[in-house]
């Protein structure tokens, strides 16, 4: 009975041994998502993946623009990107689009930053309004039904009859090809040109759709699989998707966590759920019921909360309509610690800052940086960043990746139901010591090789 009960003591060793190995081996691989150390960063708009299909003359960038941006970034403590790229400016100039896109990666791997790429829409597409941004035009200029500047925002009804046959399935262009597939080939593109650098954490699907009726939830749920299932045949990277405008609680479409819910796609392996936030979310106000709203969904998904864009604004009612008011809406030291602090408090997966952008916003800070006569110049915005991030998650943002990886093998052992949870870190820890000292020993072994 003593040697039987070795046997499998030794048994279980083995197979936890192996769980360490092939866990430490994938561990980059498969991004940062599941695990303990936050990622605090900002919401980057590019050039060429940024343009407007109807654009004639852009605005030239600084000189070096990728590259000293994602310097003084990192410079700046912050650890990632959520970098914007919209599908029209694909559309207009393919090759310029993914070049830009080869240079982010390839400055990121450069000074240790991660990349979100995000698939963005605002307004739904620049064929429904000069200022928006999103859709290409091959998907919208042959149905009438689409109102040429039409209006793009959830209250129009060109965009609503748009987003109504998207989440259909009906969306096609002028051949006759799905909507849906096209946006998944779109996407793959960008994951066989980059899925492999070392900087690449993972993709957003769509940032911020439309929900115009009750019906939509369930199917951007399948359209969120459709696409998750397409992209996991070339990455394993993280795959996050978004929550949905409008986001008004009394709203006629139903807000609720359980609805959102929907949203998720069925395969939840290596998933994020992105949001918004801009204000503090606590008090017992209406930002505190928003982001409660959120946490709830996360709590039925089981998925990570991503702050895909942080900022604080400040709304006035005009003309009956409450709207967003540049002149008022500022952000401070305390605004930005407290904000970081209550998304800490809940343990988000990690924050993006709206944003860098070479170009003038109209809401002064919305803005991290800004162009001086061709030179890139942050502004007191970064610095503001800056410091709430290492005032409340410290100057590396979060915990080592020995730490992280700890954690994550003390809740597989939990969760197999043999270990409680003192007893998993117990063996964890004893576990891990053994490891450092195997790996010391072939590090000393491959030293001596490398000198002999």
Same mark, same amino acid.
């Given at each position: ?9 030794? &048994? ?54 990728? !590259? ?26 393919? !090759? ?17 930053? /991660?990349?979100? @790429? ?7 597409? &620049?064929?429904?309004?000069? /200022? ?52 998944? *080939?779109? =996407? ?52 996050? @998707? ?35 936030? @801009? ?47 540049? !002149? ?14 209550? =998304?800490?408090? *809940? ?10 952008? @070479? ?10 940086? &800004? ?14 960043? *800056? ?7 410290? &100057? ?15 809740? !597989? ?40």
């Amino acid at each position: 009975m003593v040697l039987l009960n070795r046997v499998l003591i030794l &048994s279980f060793f083995l197979v936890f041994v192996f769980i360490i190995i092939t866990f430490s081996s994938s561990y980059a691989s498969t991004s940062e998502l599941r695990t303990n150390q936050a990622i605090n960063g900002v919401v980057m708009k590019g050039v060429s993946v940024s343009v407007k299909q109807n654009d004639k003359v852009s605005p030239l960038p600084p000189e070096n623009y990728i !590259e000293d941006s994602l310097k003084i970034i990192s410079n700046a403590g912050l650890n990632h990107v959520r970098f914007v790229f919209y599908w029209e400016a694909y559309e207009k100039d393919p !090759e310029a689009f993914m070049n830009e896109i080869k240079s982010v990666a390839n400055a990121a791997d450069k000074y240790g930053l /991660k990349i979100i @790429y995000d698939n963005h829409q605002w307004h739904t597409s &620049s064929w429904f309004e000069e /200022k928006a941004t999103g859709f290409p035009w091959s998907l919208l200029e042959f149905n009438s039904e689409y109102t040429r500047n039409g209006g793009g925002n959830t209250q129009d009804k060109a965009a609503q009859e748009f987003w109504k046959d998207w989440w259909n399935r009906a969306v096609k262009d002028n051949d006759g090809n799905d909507g849906w597939t096209l946006m998944a *080939e779109f =996407l793959k593109k960008i994951v066989l040109t980059v899925d492999n650098h070392s900087s690449t954490l993972g993709y957003e699907i769509l940032s911020e759709p439309h929900v115009d009726n009750k019906g939509h939830w369930s199917k951007i749920g399948k359209f969120n699989s459709f696409i998750t299932s397409q992209l996991r045949n070339s990455t394993e990277k993280t795959i996050i @998707y978004s929550m949905n405008v409008p986001i008004d609680l009394n709203s006629h479409i139903n807000i609720s966590p359980k609805n959102l819910a929907k949203m998720a796609p069925s395969d939840k392996n290596n998933i994020a759920f992105k949001v918004s936030v @801009y204000a503090v979310p606590e008090g017992d106000g209406y930002q505190e019921k928003r982001f409660d709203l959120f946490l709830k969904t996360t709590d039925l998904t089981g998925l990570p909360l991503y702050i895909g864009e942080w900022n604080n604004v400040v709304r006035t009612k005009q003309d009956g309509v409450t709207k967003l008011n540049p !002149e008022l809406s500022e952000l401070t030291k305390s605004d930005a610690r407290k904000i970081l602090a209550s =998304l800490k408090k *809940e343990g988000v997966w990690g924050t993006a800052f709206w944003r860098w952008d @070479y170009q003038k916003v109209a809401t002064p800070n919305f803005n991290l940086v &800004s162009d001086k006569n061709g030179k890139l110049v942050p502004t007191k915005y970064l610095s503001i960043l *800056e410091d709430s991030v290492e005032r409340v998650y410290g &100057s590396s943002g979060g915990k080592s990746s020995s730490d992280t990886k700890e954690s994550n093998l003390i809740n !597989e052992l939990v969760n197999t139901g043999k270990f409680t949870k003192d007893e998993a870190k117990d063996f964890v820890s004893k576990s891990m010591q053994n490891e450092d000292r195997i790996s010391d020993t072939n590090n000393s072994n491959t030293a001596r090789d490398t000198i002999e």
